[in-house]
């Protein structure tokens, strides 16, 4: 399942570990909720990249203390019309802060990629590789967007304010024609 | 009547294997050729669960042509013509019981 | 009406652009349909019993005549030459082909129309009163705040795969013509003690399996706050909804499970991170939208000119439809218009692409370029002036559009059924046929008042039959159709569920029950004037129950 971040397929440099197998030296890891919460104290001192792995039941402010050290957080999509991911993909983003990497995983399919960015998410496990070859692509296909989220992309309220305040006919996007 | 789409195979009498064709949604039936036809008169009936399961797996395999393959009620008159066994089945195999706006 | 600019016609022709990629995908193998389905859902593709149906989003039922144009062309080009007007004032395209849905939705897309959101798990058409703007007893034009609604939950990254799909509905009069209280949130704007302007505030309303009135959690909510504050609902639904069995997933199932109280805390601490954040309305934004909607310069006349005066005195038919099909309009020497989609022995609520067209020239020339839907599957003039209504009447009973049983009970609201349908169990169009043919003696409609009934082939009850006055469900029985039937269902502002009749009927005898029903509130009404609803809440079922089943 290739791994996309900044629209490029990347190697995953984190270790998925399961419940009780041993940390491998200096690696990061990515551990299960359970693990990670029991083994916090002792991850923050080995002094290498932790992940988890946070279901899409449980709600993420119980992450918020962990959040500063945290370097990645994977939020899981079990088949992809369950869309709880997306709420607390956006809560980590704009009401926790949080700055790592925020993961897709589970069925995450190309219909989704702009849905999910658009959350927070900066990072996908692809689950099929011609939709990883694909990705930036999939980023074009709107160029318009109603309401504002976890990026940075310019949402039609705000274009419409800039178009109105230049008015030079030369403007392209200043043309707000009216049909009748 | 009630949705087929979750129905257990339970054969009772004649069978067929009838879904929809992917590009425009017209009703289909699986053939004996292993083909779809949109004749009723044209499609594989069989009358034991293990012929209906294989038919419909069959069917199901192909996942270019058809949406949603699954086993419908015939009836088979004296004369060997089958029929929709359901009222269902009837109105996917002849349209609307009611005449369309518009319709002289 | 709203107008697109750039933006709105942007989304459109890009959402157009990405579902003909997806066709192509599904066509080839490289989606299965397990992928596809909810894709083509949020396009508002269903897969019914004989074809593709279409259907198209019509935002709080208004339309330019230059969009009805455009659906007659899709139903001409795409289709079997008709349309059908739904319960919730879209319009749906029964014969369509999966290959040449993108070329109709790029056609529609010219016009600024599409199947957004009208189907899968996400926010659904948003509706509202179809004589928003032009009721008397309007407080305040509610279509700018559905529209602002709108463009929010379009493509909303969050809200796009809820739990189940999500209704809501606004009004803003002192009569509720959209069903609110049956929505997953209905919106009611009214004035406070302060005489401010603001929403009542009500979730978990719905019919189908489990059928709620909704509770209200925000007696009043200001205006500043509408985005904020459904934002709050939507993410409390999106993450507490039951996702593990589709029938407990509405977010009506949500607020029963938790209670109104605890639901409300939810949602209102949820908000108070929220509703001072980029989501608060200012004046600038709501007046940045409420910039493309255009109102009609209306002539200054009087009421009741001569011509309408003599018209009446000449022809009794038109005397007839004026009382019954013609409502009062807020600006002087004006009224508003109902068109009958229920012809007898006709299927409630089609319009043919000849119709559309004639309907929109009418619209053009009389009605300010404008036409109304309304959730029960009629069509409405808003704008037309009463000078011209002899004119009208004229020109809408040659289109077979003017007969005058809007409200009676011959104006039946009715889902598409079996004959249709592959959720249905059993057939509702040619029920209301029978029944208009059992009620097509105007004299005896009239005589009855007004009275609505609904007819639901299957439980998902898209004919909204538990508020009906009578409600009819279809049931199957050992492979037959029965109808299960309710009486003194309401769906406006004092909404309440029908109770049961009694056992279901067979197909054959389902008219025979409404004659009944009705011959009964003839022999029990205090009054002439009481209506059908009215003297079930008086007398309650058993009168109607004796009578209806002393035969049977």
């Given at each position: 399942m290739p791994l996309v971040k900044a629209g490029r397929i990347i190697e995953d440099r984190f270790v998925r570990v399961l419940d009780d197998a041993p940390l491998p030296d200096g690696a990061p890891v990515l551990l299960p909720a359970a693990r990670f919460l029991a083994d916090a104290r002792e991850l923050v001192l080995r002094g290498a990249p932790t992940g988890v792995i946070w279901p899409n039941d449980r709600k993420v402010a119980e992450l918020a203390p962990y959040l500063d050290w945290l370097a990645l957080v994977a939020l899981v999509f079990p088949n992809f019309r369950d869309g709880r991911a997306y709420s607390q993909a956006r809560l980590l983003r704009e009401r926790h802060g949080f700055r790592g990497e925020l993961r897709a995983t589970g069925q995450v399919l190309r219909d989704q990629f702009l849905f999910m960015l658009r959350a927070g998410f900066d990072a996908f496990e692809v689950t099929k590789d011609a939709d990883a070859a694909v990705f930036a692509e999939a980023l074009q296909r709107y160029s318009v967007f109603y309401q504002p989220a976890a990026d940075d992309r310019l949402i039609a309220r705000r274009a419409r304010l800039f178009a109105r305040q230049r008015p030079h006919p030369e403007e392209r996007r200043a043309t707000t024609r009216l049909e009748g | 009547m009630t949705s087929p789409l979750q129905q257990k195979l339970k054969i009772t009498g004649p069978v067929v294997v009838t879904a929809n064709r992917l590009g425009d949604g017209a009703v289909i039936y699986r053939s004996a050729a292993g083909a779809w036809t949109t004749e009723l008169a044209s499609a594989a009936v069989v009358s034991t669960a293990p012929a209906a399961t294989e038919l419909l797996a069959q069917a199901a395999a192909d996942k270019l042509t058809a949406v949603d393959p699954y086993v419908a009620p015939v009836t088979v008159n004296p004369g060997q013509r089958v029929l929709p066994g359901n009222l269902r089945e009837r109105i996917r195999c002849s349209g609307p019981t009611v005449a369309l706006p518009g319709a002289s | 009406m709203y107008i697109y600019d750039d933006f709105d016609r942007t989304l459109v022709a890009e959402r157009v652009r990405e579902f003909r990629d997806q066709v192509r995908r599904r066509l080839s193998g490289e989606l299965t349909e397990e992928e596809f389905k909810p894709l083509r859902l949020m396009n508002g593709v269903y897969l019914q019993l004989h074809a593709y149906m279409?259907?198209?989003?019509?935002?709080?039922?208004?339309?330019?005549s230059a969009q009805l144009r455009t659906l007659a062309h899709v139903a001409r080009r795409y289709d079997r030459g008709y349309g059908h007007f739904t319960t919730r004032q879209n319009i749906q395209f029964n014969w369509i082909k999966l290959a040449e849905l993108?070329?109709?939705?790029?056609?529609?897309?010219r016009a600024g129309l599409h199947g957004m959101q009208t189907s899968g798990n996400c926010v659904?058409?948003?509706?509202?009163?179809?004589?928003?703007g032009v009721a008397p007893d309007e407080i305040e034009e509610a279509r700018v705040w559905a529209e602002l609604l709108?463009?929010?939950?379009?493509l909303h990254p969050e809200f796009s795969f809820l739990p189940r799909k999500f209704k809501i509905a606004l009004t803003a009069a002192a009569h509720d013509r959209a069903a609110v209280k049956v929505h997953d949130i209905g919106l009611r704007m009214h004035r406070n003690g302060a005489g401010e302007v603001g929403f009542e505030?009500?979730?978990g309303g719905g019919l189908g399996r489990t059928p709620f009135i909704a509770k209200t959690i925000k007696p009043f909510l200001p205006k500043r706050d509408l985005l904020s504050y459904v934002e709050a609902i939507m993410r409390t639904y999106n993450q507490y909804g039951r996702r593990d069995n589709i029938y407990k997933a509405r977010i009506k199932i949500l607020v029963h499970e938790l209670g109104a109280e605890k639901f409300a805390q939810e949602v209102e601490a949820e908000w108070l991170a929220i509703k001072d954040g980029n989501l608060a309305l200012d004046d600038a934004a709501v007046a940045e939208v409420a910039s493309r909607f255009r109102y009609p310069q209306y002539a200054e006349l009087a009421d009741n000119p001569p011509e309408l005066a003599k018209a009446r005195a000449a022809d009794q038919r038109f005397q007839i439809w004026l009382d019954n099909s013609v409502a009062n309009h807020k600006v002087a020497g004006h009224a508003i218009v109902m068109l009958s989609l229920k012809p007898v022995g006709g299927p409630p609520g089609d319009a043919t692409a000849a119709q559309?067209?004639?309907?929109?020239?009418?619209?053009?020339?009389?009605?300010?370029?404008?036409?109304?839907?309304?959730h029960e599957q009629n069509l409405v003039l808003p704008h037309v002036a009463q000078r011209d209504l002899p004119a009208v009447w004229r020109a809408l009973d040659e289109i077979g559009v003017a007969t005058p049983n809007v409200g009676l009970v011959s104006d039946i609201i009715a889902c598409p059924g079996l004959d249709y349908c592959s959720l249905a169990n059993a057939r509702s169009i040619p029920v209301a046929e029978e029944i208009t043919r059992r009620f097509q003696d105007l004299d005896r409609a009239r005589g009855l008042g007004r009275l609505h009934i609904n007819i639901s082939g299957c439980i998902n009850a898209c004919g909204h039959h538990?508020?009906?006055?009578?409600?009819?469900?279809?049931?199957?029985?050992?492979?037959?159709?029965?109808?299960?039937?309710?009486?003194?269902?309401?769906?406006?502002?004092?909404?309440?569920l029908g109770a049961i009749l009694g056992p279901a009927v067979p197909y054959g005898e389902i008219a025979d029950v409404v004659e009944d029903i009705a011959s009964a509130y003839v022999e029990l009404r205090a009054r002439p004037d009481e209506l059908f609803v009215d003297t079930v809440k008086r007398v309650g079922v058993e009168p109607f129950k004796e009578r209806v089943y002393a035969a049977r």
């Amino acid at each position: 399942m290739p791994l996309v971040k900044a629209g490029r397929i990347i190697e995953d440099r984190f270790v998925r570990v399961l419940d009780d197998a041993p940390l491998p030296d200096g690696a990061p890891v990515l551990l299960p909720a359970a693990r990670f919460l029991a083994d916090a104290r002792e991850l923050v001192l080995r002094g290498a990249p932790t992940g988890v792995i946070w279901p899409n039941d449980r709600k993420v402010a119980e992450l918020a203390p962990y959040l500063d050290w945290l370097a990645l957080v994977a939020l899981v999509f079990p088949n992809f019309r369950d869309g709880r991911a997306y709420s607390q993909a956006r809560l980590l983003r704009e009401r926790h802060g949080f700055r790592g990497e925020l993961r897709a995983t589970g069925q995450v399919l190309r219909d989704q990629f702009l849905f999910m960015l658009r959350a927070g998410f900066d990072a996908f496990e692809v689950t099929k590789d011609a939709d990883a070859a694909v990705f930036a692509e999939a980023l074009q296909r709107y160029s318009v967007f109603y309401q504002p989220a976890a990026d940075d992309r310019l949402i039609a309220r705000r274009a419409r304010l800039f178009a109105r305040q230049r008015p030079h006919p030369e403007e392209r996007r200043a043309t707000t024609r009216l049909e009748g | 009547m009630t949705s087929p789409l979750q129905q257990k195979l339970k054969i009772t009498g004649p069978v067929v294997v009838t879904a929809n064709r992917l590009g425009d949604g017209a009703v289909i039936y699986r053939s004996a050729a292993g083909a779809w036809t949109t004749e009723l008169a044209s499609a594989a009936v069989v009358s034991t669960a293990p012929a209906a399961t294989e038919l419909l797996a069959q069917a199901a395999a192909d996942k270019l042509t058809a949406v949603d393959p699954y086993v419908a009620p015939v009836t088979v008159n004296p004369g060997q013509r089958v029929l929709p066994g359901n009222l269902r089945e009837r109105i996917r195999c002849s349209g609307p019981t009611v005449a369309l706006p518009g319709a002289s | 009406m709203y107008i697109y600019d750039d933006f709105d016609r942007t989304l459109v022709a890009e959402r157009v652009r990405e579902f003909r990629d997806q066709v192509r995908r599904r066509l080839s193998g490289e989606l299965t349909e397990e992928e596809f389905k909810p894709l083509r859902l949020m396009n508002g593709v269903y897969l019914q019993l004989h074809a593709y149906m279409l259907r198209i989003a019509i935002p709080y039922g208004t339309l330019s005549s230059a969009q009805l144009r455009t659906l007659a062309h899709v139903a001409r080009r795409y289709d079997r030459g008709y349309g059908h007007f739904t319960t919730r004032q879209n319009i749906q395209f029964n014969w369509i082909k999966l290959a040449e849905l993108p070329d109709a939705m790029a056609n529609l897309a010219r016009a600024g129309l599409h199947g957004m959101q009208t189907s899968g798990n996400c926010v659904r058409n948003i509706t509202t009163d179809q004589w928003a703007g032009v009721a008397p007893d309007e407080i305040e034009e509610a279509r700018v705040w559905a529209e602002l609604l709108r463009q929010h939950l379009t493509l909303h990254p969050e809200f796009s795969f809820l739990p189940r799909k999500f209704k809501i509905a606004l009004t803003a009069a002192a009569h509720d013509r959209a069903a609110v209280k049956v929505h997953d949130i209905g919106l009611r704007m009214h004035r406070n003690g302060a005489g401010e302007v603001g929403f009542e505030v009500m979730v978990g309303g719905g019919l189908g399996r489990t059928p709620f009135i909704a509770k209200t959690i925000k007696p009043f909510l200001p205006k500043r706050d509408l985005l904020s504050y459904v934002e709050a609902i939507m993410r409390t639904y999106n993450q507490y909804g039951r996702r593990d069995n589709i029938y407990k997933a509405r977010i009506k199932i949500l607020v029963h499970e938790l209670g109104a109280e605890k639901f409300a805390q939810e949602v209102e601490a949820e908000w108070l991170a929220i509703k001072d954040g980029n989501l608060a309305l200012d004046d600038a934004a709501v007046a940045e939208v409420a910039s493309r909607f255009r109102y009609p310069q209306y002539a200054e006349l009087a009421d009741n000119p001569p011509e309408l005066a003599k018209a009446r005195a000449a022809d009794q038919r038109f005397q007839i439809w004026l009382d019954n099909s013609v409502a009062n309009h807020k600006v002087a020497g004006h009224a508003i218009v109902m068109l009958s989609l229920k012809p007898v022995g006709g299927p409630p609520g089609d319009a043919t692409a000849a119709q559309m067209d004639a309907i929109a020239d009418l619209a053009d020339r009389y009605s300010h370029g404008e036409i109304r839907v309304a959730h029960e599957q009629n069509l409405v003039l808003p704008h037309v002036a009463q000078r011209d209504l002899p004119a009208v009447w004229r020109a809408l009973d040659e289109i077979g559009v003017a007969t005058p049983n809007v409200g009676l009970v011959s104006d039946i609201i009715a889902c598409p059924g079996l004959d249709y349908c592959s959720l249905a169990n059993a057939r509702s169009i040619p029920v209301a046929e029978e029944i208009t043919r059992r009620f097509q003696d105007l004299d005896r409609a009239r005589g009855l008042g007004r009275l609505h009934i609904n007819i639901s082939g299957c439980i998902n009850a898209c004919g909204h039959h538990h508020v009906g006055h009578i409600g009819i469900l279809g049931v199957e029985k050992n492979g037959e159709e029965f109808y299960q039937v309710t009486i003194g269902g309401r769906a406006g502002e004092d909404a309440e569920l029908g109770a049961i009749l009694g056992p279901a009927v067979p197909y054959g005898e389902i008219a025979d029950v409404v004659e009944d029903i009705a011959s009964a509130y003839v022999e029990l009404r205090a009054r002439p004037d009481e209506l059908f609803v009215d003297t079930v809440k008086r007398v309650g079922v058993e009168p109607f129950k004796e009578r209806v089943y002393a035969a049977r």
